[in-house]
């Protein structure tokens, strides 16, 4: 049994799916009935038995007040907070939103059990990006309530932007993730920063799916009946069935027929409907999205030029008429090379594959693929991890502090291949506290050390106290998208000279600050026992050139060479009087 084992879960709000990384691979699990889907429904039967997924919506037609569906939009909401309003009553049902969601994730975990033949007990959940606190929490209580620790919560877009493998699209792309699912639609601008998708913007409608199609479609068939009938509930959901089927297959068919037979007990029903059709019903809610779309997009203050992908996400994106007003708005192809129905699920999958560490094959290298290293006094990057080291590997450093009195050192674990701190990417930091003392008397060795999981830790140890202060960073250190070792690279050649320049610049400054300090020091000490004109020449020479900021590295060095020389009288003098002194006051003297 794999203990380590994590689920990917998308809890939709009209399906679900559950699945698991194997043999490297992310994939979604089927039940008994090969069903990758299970619809978010729940039934709960009079005499206490509940019932999930299809055969819970089969009873929507039979028992439609004991039969709860789209319970993801009460969630995390205070009764009335919700802006809908379900055609069954909860609290007569003795349960809450959490307990339902908590059925169907106990049946997604029961598909996964059965599949695997092992019991498994951490997830991933996937939520949409707009969910409050209260939603994620009642979210992961459901699952804690089926028996599942969550790992994760993952926005639904971020989850379809990983199942698409836009996190290897690189620093900076953005994606806009249009997500049109059975009772809502949801529009994400995403962008990457940092190896990690940013939610820019986020719009939708919660009121707003392909349901709505299906009642404008029922609306229409029920007008094509040539015989008049009395409202009935019942009736009803077999009618939405049937328009539901027939719509799906009008996403691949131009027509299709429509056959109800003794609907109400007498009668029987048959029409063909056109593509063109239902399309002109479709075509009001399909353009609600396309203005949403238009927000997210000037919330994020971008123009549709500014993305790198759109892609298509839920159900509803599956109709011919949303891909092709998709294409118009955005002026580009989305890309189709996921199923839109299991993009979500197959990200969290991904997301649940990285965390157990299943999916590490896929990612690791045995090299550093960038330098490792930390911000020394100065702002400058000290490597410890040169690049294209083999790992496992280890490497340290002895540290001091830069300034008297110093009590902590924050010690930047930084990546990459620029000379200067402020160029590379911060992996992590931590403050390593020692004892105050004078300039330079701490001591404090600095290690890292990389496992062959690649996971980087930094021990920093204060010598005086033998104190140790640990920094575990996991996978970043290894993991790096190609595109972006490339683009650093690129950085580090371009800005090759200017680095080495600023490098130099800033080590002979901070020469020059200990030369002028040492000065400023000893000056009033040796009264005129030296030529102190000589000195303060060369010191203001050199303070004029660190003022001008013209990070000409020469003329510092030779500046700090001559102060250097004309205080080496001075160094002597200073040490010849400290030892009279000491001689004197040993003599009693
Ligand atoms: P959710 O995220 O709300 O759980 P899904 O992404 O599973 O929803 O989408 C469900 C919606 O997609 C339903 O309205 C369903 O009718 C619709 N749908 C599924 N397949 C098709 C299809 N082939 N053509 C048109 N609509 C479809
Ligand atoms: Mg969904």
Redesign the pocket.
């Known amino acids: 049994m794999d203990n380590n084992l994590i689920l990917g879960i998308?809890l939709?709000?009209?399906?679900?799916l559950v699945g698991v990384v194997d043999a490297g691979f992310p994939i979604l699990l089927a039940d008994k009935n090969g069903e990758r889907?299970t619809p978010?429904v729940v039934h709960y039967g009079s005499g206490g038995h509940i019932t999930v997924g299809t055969a819970a919506r089969r009873q929507q037609v039979l028992d439609s007040a004991r039969t709860v569906f789209s319970v993801?939009r009460l969630i995390g909401r205070r009764p009335g907070e919700s802006d809908w309003e379900p055609p069954y009553d909860l609290r007569v049902l003795g349960t809450t939103p959490s307990k339902v969601s908590a059925e169907i994730l106990k049946h997604l975990k029961q598909v996964a059990e059965d599949s695997l033949g092992q019991n498994v007990s951490r997830a991933v959940i996937t939520v949409p990006a707009f969910f409050n606190d209260a939603q994620r929490a009642a979210t992961k209580h459901a699952a804690e309530l089926a028996g599942l620790s969550v790992d994760r919560i993952l926005a639904?877009p971020t989850a379809a932007a990983l199942a698409y493998g836009l996190d290897q699209l690189g620093e900076r792309k953005r994606v806009a993730v249009y997500?049109?699912?059975?009772?809502?639609f949801d529009i994400s601008i995403l962008e990457m920063r940092d190896g990690v998708f940013q939610v820019l913007s986020t719009a939708g409608d919660t009121q707003l799916?392909?349901?709505d199609?299906?009642a404008a479609l029922v609306r229409y068939l029920k007008s094509k009946r040539d015989w008049t009938a009395a409202e009935d509930v019942a009736q009803d959901a077999a009618w939405t069935e049937a328009a539901?089927r027939a719509?799906?297959?009008?996403?691949?068919h131009d027509s299709v027929e429509v056959i109800l037979p003794f609907i109400d007990g007498s009668h029987s029903f048959h029409v063909v409907v056109e593509r063109a059709e239902l399309e002109q019903m479709a075509r009001p809610f399909v353009d609600r999205t396309i203005k949403h779309c238009q927000r997210a997009l000037h919330d994020a203050k971008l123009n549709v030029e500014d993305l790198d992908e759109v892609i298509l996400?839920?159900?509803?994106t599956?109709?011919p008429l949303v891909r092709q007003r998709v294409r118009d708005a955005f002026k580009t192809e989305p890309n189709l090379s996921q199923n839109?129905?299991e993009a979500?699920a197959k990200g969290a999958v991904i997301q649940a594959g990285i965390l157990s560490g299943a999916l590490r094959q896929m990612i690791l290298l045995d090299v550093t693929p960038l330098s490792l290293g930390i911000e020394t006094f100065g702002g400058l990057m000290n490597i410890i991890i040169p690049r294209n080291s083999t790992i496992p590997c280890k490497a340290g450093e002895m540290f001091t502090n830069a300034v008297a009195g110093q009590e902590s050192m924050l010690i930047r674990v930084l990546q990459g291949e620029r000379e200067l701190a402020k160029d590379n990417w911060e992996l992590g930091r931590v403050e390593v506290p020692f004892p105050s003392g004078a300039k330079g008397t701490a001591r404090v060795g600095v290690q890292f050390s990389i496992d062959a999981d690649g996971i980087l830790s930094v021990l920093a140890r204060d010598t005086a106290t033998g104190k140790d202060t640990v920094l575990e960073i996991q996978n970043t250190a290894v993991d790096v998208d190609d595109s972006r070792v490339e683009e650093m690279i690129n950085a580090s050649v371009e800005h090759a000279l200017d680095d080495m320049n600023e490098r130099i610049w800033t080590e002979a400054k901070m020469k020059s600050e200990e030369l002028l300090a040492a000065v400023d020091e000893a000056l009033p000490l040796v009264g005129d026992a030296v030529d102190t004109g000589a000195i303060r020449r060369a010191s203001s020479a050199v303070r004029e050139i660190l003022e001008a900021e013209l990070h000409d590295a020469t003329a510092l060095k030779r500046a700090n060479a001559t102060l250097d020389d004309v205080t080496q009288s001075l160094a002597v003098l200073l040490v010849e009087r400290a030892m009279e002194e000491a001689l004197d006051r040993k003599l009693g003297l």
């Open positions: 998308d939709g709000t009209t399906n679900s889907s978010s993801k639904e997500d049109f699912g059975g009772g809502t799916g392909g349901d199609i299906d539901e719509k799906r297959q009008l996403s691949t996400v839920g159900g509803s599956r109709m839109p129905d979500v």
